[in-house]
């Protein structure tokens, strides 16, 4: 798989990444067995990136990672985020509790350091210089090795990169999300890689979207606008013209829906999701897609479609 670089600090992952998040939360529930047998499928198609968060089930998905990666941990880099307080979700980036969490983040992943370290959400009670100067010490001590940003906007972005290098923004980006667009011309003056996250735009690029009737009641699609019932028959329609691009191209329709991601930027990651083996199979493959200008065009074209708005993190 081609390799990527992520910041100016020496950050290598594969083209395509794995997002964890759906082991321990947002898609009900998982089966730890399989989701363990995804990570490693993914490990062995040559992903290198994997992401994850003490959100993501306050631990018990840092766990799951872990222990799925604790025979490879020297061939991979694992990503984590800090920021929240679990009572109430409320962001929470004050360094005391910076502190307790990453060292707990250590525990439950295993490892003696965090390939990267995000700042998960904007925290508008604590000072940016704060986070970052406590995120630093974690470099300082070798148990970090980088630092990244994830749902937060231009100033803090620069306000961080001017404590301590950011490697990485991670961003919600994909072809029915493209808001994040906004934040290139600063990435590419400072140098900073971008990690796009929810790049199937939560599934509903998979090929399997089905209406929001059909999930589990705590499965986050019941709040996100894409599934509104009126906009999910156009959104729909949107992806009906994407399949007719891929199937041409002999694709399904998420290799495509991250391909074009692929080509949209020299330095961005896709960490798709999928707690299935099979279907992270399918896509790695799209690591070898190439597009066109005109396909990539068509599909640019598509995304203006898209009704309804992204949710925030
Ligand atoms: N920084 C943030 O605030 C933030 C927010 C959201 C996500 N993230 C990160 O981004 C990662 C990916 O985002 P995501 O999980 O929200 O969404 P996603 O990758 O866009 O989509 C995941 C959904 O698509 C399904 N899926 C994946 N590949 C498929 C395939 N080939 N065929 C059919 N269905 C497929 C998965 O189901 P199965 O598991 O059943 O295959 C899951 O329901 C997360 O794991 C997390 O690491 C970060």
Do not use: C
């Not at 964890?20 to 992903?47: N, Q």
């Amino acid at each position: 798989m081609q390799q990527r670089t992520l910041g100016q600090q020496g950050l290598t992952a594969s083209a395509l990444g794995y997002g964890a998040m759906g082991t321990t939360f947002a898609y009900g529930p998982g089966d730890d067995t399989e989701s363990i047998a995804a990570i490693r499928a993914a490990h062995d198609l040559g992903v290198t990136h994997f992401d994850t968060a003490e959100l993501y089930g306050w631990g018990t998905g840092e766990r799951l990672l872990g222990a799925a990666l604790a025979p490879i941990r020297d061939d991979v880099t694992i990503a984590t985020k800090f920021g929240f307080t679990p009572e109430t979700y409320a962001p929470n980036s004050r360094p005391e509790h910076i502190r307790q969490v990453v060292d707990t983040s250590l525990r439950n992943l295993g490892t003696d350091s965090i390939d990267l370290l995000y700042q998960h959400v904007h925290d508008p009670t604590v000072p940016i210089e704060d986070v970052v100067g406590t995120m630093q010490e974690f470099v300082q001590a070798g148990k970090v090795r980088y630092l990244g940003l994830s749902n937060t906007d231009v100033e803090q972005i620069r306000r961080a990169h001017a404590v301590h290098p950011i490697s990485v923004l991670q961003a919600e980006y994909s072809v029915f999300s493209r808001e994040s667009e906004a934040f290139f011309p600063t990435v590419d003056e400072l140098g900073i890689g971008v990690v796009a996250y929810s790049p199937l735009a939560r599934g509903f690029l998979s090929g399997a979207v089905r209406p929001r009737s059909a999930y589990a009641a705590d499965d986050i699609r019941h709040q996100l606008e894409w599934w509104a019932p009126e906009h999910f028959d156009a959104n729909v329609g949107v992806t009906t013209g994407l399949t007719e691009i891929a199937e041409a191209k002999g694709l399904r329709l998420s290799q495509l829906a991250l391909a074009w991601i692929l080509a949209k930027r020299d330095d961005v990651v896709p960490i798709p999701g999928s707690r299935n083996p099979s279907r992270v199979a399918e896509n790695v493959a799209a690591g070898d897609v190439e597009l066109t200008e005109n396909e990539v065009a068509r599909i640019d074209a598509l995304s203006r479609e898209v009704r309804g708005k992204r949710a925030m993190g």
